[in-house]
């Protein structure tokens, strides 16, 4: 049950794309394509931006995309804007329990 | 709409007790898992705990097993967790979350804040 490994920040310009990685293992991550990923604003609940790897719930920019290779799940923010300022955070599923991220600031500069 | 609103938390000393309780509405609450998750204070978020639909499995990260309950009332539409033997670690938000599919949480509460100091 050990967190999965994200960058503690990324950043870019409005307009860039960035990308946010999430490694794991063969247990969590790289067993499983139920990855998704969470954007939290200071002071409010996590918001799920993506779920099964690459899926997008209603309602979410097609500017956020996800995918996975192996043990590692990545995040993509394409055309960033300045309220995608926030932490975001990935979880993985793994049958008895669901794992989260450590984490990734992303700043818009 | 979905809404999930949590109560229960507050100043505990340690080894306190407390139960949160996690009201649902806009779904039909028995027909889904349900998630507790927490954040302390400055720290990412960690997954606590989640029950099946009708209450029969339930799961733990292994800092709180043996201390922590999670059950529901379906007629109530309700979420519990149950709190014992609760530690300085234990101070965070914990939020309730409704489960679908292999996700943890696609609709979130707005949290309640559980502080464990004497």
């Known amino acids: 049950q050990s967190a999965l490994t994200q960058p503690r920040s990324v950043s870019g310009s409005p307009g860039q794309s960035v990308a946010i990685s999430c490694t794991g293992t063969s247990r969590d991550v790289g067993g499983y394509n139920y990855v998704s990923w969470y954007q939290q604003h200071p002071g409010k609940a996590p918001k799920l931006m993506v779920y099964?790897?690459?899926k997008r719930p209603s309602g979410v920019p097609d500017r956020f995309s996800g995918s996975k290779s192996g043990n590692t799940a990545s995040l993509t923010i394409s055309g960033l804007q300045a309220e995608d300022e926030a932490d975001y955070y990935c979880?993985?599923?793994?049958?008895?329990?669901?794992?989260f991220g450590t984490g990734t600031k992303v700043t818009v500069l | 709409e979905v809404q999930l609103v949590e109560s229960g938390g507050g100043l505990v000393q340690p080894g306190g007790s407390l139960r949160l309780s996690c009201a649902a509405s806009g779904f039909t609450f028995s027909n889904y898992w349900m998630t507790w998750v927490r954040q302390a204070p400055g720290k990412g978020l960690e997954w606590v705990a989640n029950i099946n639909e009708d209450g029969s499995q339930k799961y733990y990260v292994d800092s709180v097993k043996g201390r922590f309950t999670i059950s529901r009332d379906n007629a109530k539409n309700s979420l519990f967790l149950q709190m014992n033997s609760l530690r300085g670690e234990d101070t965070a938000v914990y939020y309730c979350?409704?489960?679908?599919?292999?996700?943890?949480?696609?609709?979130w509460g707005q949290g309640t804040l559980v502080t464990v100091s004497s």
């Open positions: 099964d790897v690459n």
């Open positions: 979350a409704r489960t679908e599919g292999e996700t943890a949480g696609n609709y």
């Open positions: 979880c993985s599923y793994a049958v008895t329990y669901y794992v």
